[in-house]
């Protein structure tokens, strides 16, 4: 079974507004991280943001927001005021437990800003 | 500060050759993987290694081989390439710092393969 499920394969907004794209996951280990990283066109990995599974708060960075629903289990990433650079793949990935060697990830969702 | 570096950047191969991609990183992280990226889709867990001398199967294991005999350093070694292959392949180091783990990994900047 996938552990990790990206629903939105393509999403667009606008320039300067806030988008939402989507992540839910599957996990027993009560002990397990959330990330999410940027894959600009150019190819890198981007790590973005961070949510342990015992944190009580969303974590936020910068424009970035991580919208925490454990009972639910989802984690979706919020980017906040849109800019074109932020026209990449985003992936968000999971970690269980204390294996730092492990991340299991969904398929992307490809965002695009629309000037 | 160079982070994770792989090479070759680029690569053909023809079906049936072996060859070696290699992947260090200057940080001092245990902890270091191997991803492939098929097209349009995530990446998904080739070995992976927690130490110096110490390598796991990921989701994705079967047609390569790992070692880990310096921390520095984790190659992936392709032992008879097939087209099914062909991928951007990412390099990827962590430490642990707490549970569960809250360190990213950083990444190489990829090599894609390509195999005729």
Known sequence: ????????????VQEKEAVTLDCT???SDPSYGLFWYKQP???EMIFLIYQGSYDQQNA???RYSLNFQKARKSANLVISASQLG???MYFCAMREGTNAGKSTFGDGTTLTVKP | NAGVTQTPKFQVLKTGQSMTLQCAQDMNHEYMSWYRQDPGMGLRLIH???GAGITDQGEVPNGYNVSRSTT?????????AAPSQTSVYFCASSYSAGSPMNTEAFFGQGTRLTVV
């Open chain 1, 25 to 27: 996951y599957d996990t």
């Open chain 1, 60 to 62: 936020t960075e910068g």
């Open chain 2, 72 to 80: 520095e350093d984790f190659p992936l070694r392709l032992l008879s």
């Open chain 1, 86 to 88: 932020d026209s990449a």
């Open chain 1, 1 to 12: 079974a996938q552990k990790i499920t990206q629903t939105q394969p393509g999403m667009f």
């Open chain 1, 41 to 43: 066109s150019s190819g």
């Open chain 2, 48 to 50: 992976y290694s927690v």
